[in-house]
């Protein structure tokens, strides 16, 4: 690795919540810290959202504060092109002192289950779709989400214009310096849609033989786009759902499954798809309320899944039915594979193809059977026994419990999130919000 005696390095791990945390380092430390990593306290994976130590993890006090060791996952650091100075970037995974995993971290979590589908000579394919909303920039002072104005200084967005090409134009200088830091960084991502909300994008990543790398491309997006919506001006935002009366921002994941002859396991030469994709598809459904926390991991995110949101309620698949929550689209028979469209773009990539690819197992390892797919409208759907919970607190319950999860996501992992959890409900739920005082000050 070569680098400019002026260059910083922006050294960085995942926590549970998604959000990255790490070291700014000069170019002179780098060598020693590609070869040995940086020490980080393990409690950092389990921070809350704000950044602050989680008690109840059991990674505070019971383990003096002790530091893990953050290694690189790639040899190579890449260039951060929206940085106003030189500057590349270092995407790290926990370890414990000793070099043996650490269960917390969320891409060991995922690194778990990968490699029990590798033993069992299966190699998952994933690719991911996000959405997001570009605004005006003022949002981020405001923090209130304000639609952006076109490029040329005309009309700011009010309307929906899903799939429209025009509204694509109006941001041409940004999606050509998304699609530039794309190639350096060498996230391969593919198409670019107007969605359904004012200034609301998906880009879609290309599928990718390794669910780490996947997930990897998929944290290292979302920085690149608030970081190159920044330099034209705008902010960006994953959150799920920004506006009320809008669209929510979904994250849609693409699962296929390759057996050690590199042929895919869900395809049996017809339109319906293998046994062994309906268990994995079973098995999701099965998994599914359990994964909601995982899917769905904050208070906002239980907005998307209001009645005429869009998103899915029920556990339900179909074929070529974006109305389910899992979708068999038309394809080649050798191109068969599963859409999962349940969680928001707020989640932790990780622990979303996480998710996913525990659920699949499982019905995989259990032979599962589906129930029959929904034909037409599955957001009709009356059979509570299929909801998904829809509220923050029993999601946590759900997951908190769940003995699937413990065994093909790991004891800590789930001990320590729960606790995330937990802590930010009760922050959120001590404070009064201002709906509370406009319709109850003065008149009680």
């Not at 504060?65 to 995407?91: F, M, N, T, Y």
């Not at 920039?137 to 025009?166: F, H, K």
């Amino acid at each position: 690795m070569t680098a400019n005696k002026k260059t910083e390095f922006d050294f960085f791990i995942t926590d549970l919540n998604g959000n990255l945390r790490g070291k700014r380092i000069p170019a002179s430390a780098m060598k020693k810290v590609m070869k040995e990593g940086v020490k980080l306290p393990r409690s950092v994976v389990g921070f809350d959202f704000w950044g602050a130590d989680v008690l109840d993890n059991g990674l505070v006090f019971e383990t003096g504060d002790s530091d893990g060791i953050c290694l690189p996952v790639s040899d190579k650091a890449v260039p951060v092109p929206w940085a106003e100075s030189p500057r590349e970037q270092v995407l790290a995974m926990m370890h414990n002192p000793d070099g043996s995993a650490f269960e917390a971290d969320p891409r060991q979590v995922l690194k778990r289950v990968v490699d029990r589908f590798k033993a069992k000579g299966l190699r998952p394919v994933m690719a991911t779709e996000l959405e997001f909303y570009l605004m005006d920039g003022e949002s981020e002072t405001t923090q209130r989400p304000i639609p952006p104005l076109l490029a040329d200084g005309g009309r700011r967005l009010a309307n929906t214009e899903g799939y429209g090409v025009e509204e694509m134009d109006g941001f041409s200088a940004f999606f050509a310096d998304i699609r530039q830091a794309c190639e350096i960084q060498g996230i391969d991502a593919d198409t670019i849609i107007a969605e359904m909300g004012p200034g609301q994008f998906e880009i879609n990543l290309n599928h990718v033989d390794d669910p780490l790398s996947a997930a990897d491309q998929a944290i290292l997006f979302k920085r690149l786009v608030r970081g190159v919506s920044r330099g034209h001006g705008y902010a960006a935002t994953f959150m799920a759902k920004p506006y009320a009366d809008q669209s929510g921002n979904g994250f849609h994941v693409h699962f296929s499954l390759l057996n050690e002859a590199g042929e895919n396991v869900f395809d049996d030469g017809t339109e319906q798809g293998s046994a062994m994709m309906k268990q994995a598809v079973a098995g999701m459904m099965k998994t599914m309320p359990d994964t909601m926390l995982t899917l769905a991991p904050n208070q906002n995110s239980y907005r998307r899944f209001m009645p005429g949101a869009h998103a899915p309620t029920f556990a339900s698949w179909g074929y070529e039915n974006r109305t389910v929550a899992l979708r068999i689209p038309e394809s080649p028979c050798v191109a068969r594979r599963i859409e999962h469209r349940v969680a928001g773009a707020d989640a932790n990539p990780y622990l979303v193809l996480a998710s996913v690819l525990a659920g699949a197992l499982y019905g995989i390892e259990n032979e599962l059977e589906p129930i029959e797919p929904v034909e037409g409208d599955a957001y009709g759907e009356s059979d509570e026994s299929l909801a998904l919970p829809n509220r923050w607190e029993d999601a946590t319950d759900a997951f908190e419990h769940s003995e699937v999860l413990r065994e093909y996501l790991g004891e800590d992992f789930q001990r320590v999130y729960t606790a995330v959890k937990r802590q930010e409900q009760r922050l959120l739920n001590e404070r009064i919000t201002d709906v509370e005082y406009e319709a109850y000050l003065g008149l009680l």
